[in-house]
């Protein structure tokens, strides 16, 4: 894992990132508040809810790039189709949705690597490809019905066995158990390494579909910070 990478899983930064990594773990198990007394302003809070779930989300972005794809228009409730709009969480919870169309946030979604880093690395070292071709750029934006596959030899579960059989084993790696499931809107084939992106993250009646270890009313703070700070730049 980068440097940067351990940096940023520091106990005491308090941060959850996407990793297999224990100390992860950890932090789910400790952070049983949000907010400390310290954070009283609602911009100590926004603040706060930004610097967490971007943590988590950024694929090691820079706020500057975060910034150019941030898009202040979030999807509307149909209370048609979801009951009770009460039922329905914050669509705020989807303002993270444009990456979740990566193809390191794909590879790393569909178990193929334990980080987000090394997912990045699979790409770049050209182990990953899109509809059959090579593309080694970590920042691809996949569409609807995109098949992704991963070389079985890069996949982080698969071994070549002992005996000398061409067949890899599945062999569990420490602590992965937790981060074992598959969202919605991606439908992955372990036994030919890849994966088809269905559609776009949504959110629906009790159940939002964008993977966060934080509550959707967490990341609506986040989206006010964000939001108040493109109305500042006009």
């Not at 709009?85 to 946030?105: G, I, V």
């Not at 790696?173 to 598959?182: L, N, V």
């Amino acid at each position: 894992m980068p440097r940067k990478a351990e940096r940023r899983l520091k106990l005491s930064r308090e941060l959850i990132s996407m990793s297999w990594n224990p100390r992860n773990l950890y932090q789910l198990a400790t952070k049983k508040k949000l907010f400390t007394a310290k954070q009283r302003s609602l911009f100590q809070h926004m603040w706060k809810a930004k610097r967490d779930t971007r943590g988590y989300h950024d694929a090691n972005i820079t706020e500057k790039q975060w910034l150019r794809m941030f898009d202040p228009q979030l999807p509307t409730v149909n209370v048609r189709f979801i009951g009770k709009a009460a039922d329905h969480p914050n669509t705020a919870s989807l303002m993270y949705a444009c990456m979740e169309k990566r193809l390191d946030f794909i590879v790393f979604r569909s178990h193929f690597a334990s980080s987000i880093w090394m997912a990045r690395q699979l790409v770049v070292h050209g182990k990953v490809k899109v509809n059959g071709k090579k593309l080694p750029y970590p920042s691809h934006t996949v569409k609807d019905g995109d098949v992704i596959s991963v070389d079985p030899e890069a996949v982080v579960t698969l071994k070549r066995p002992t005996d000398g059989s061409k067949e890899l084993d599945f062999v569990p790696q420490p602590y992965q158990q937790p981060w074992m499931f598959i969202p919605d809107y991606l439908e992955v084939n372990y036994n030919t390494c890849s994966v088809v992106y269905l559609r776009d993250p949504v959110t629906r009646q009790g159940v939002t579909e964008v993977p966060s270890p934080y509550p959707p009313e967490f990341h609506a703070l986040a989206f006010e910070f964000y939001l108040r700070r493109g109305r500042n730049r006009k």
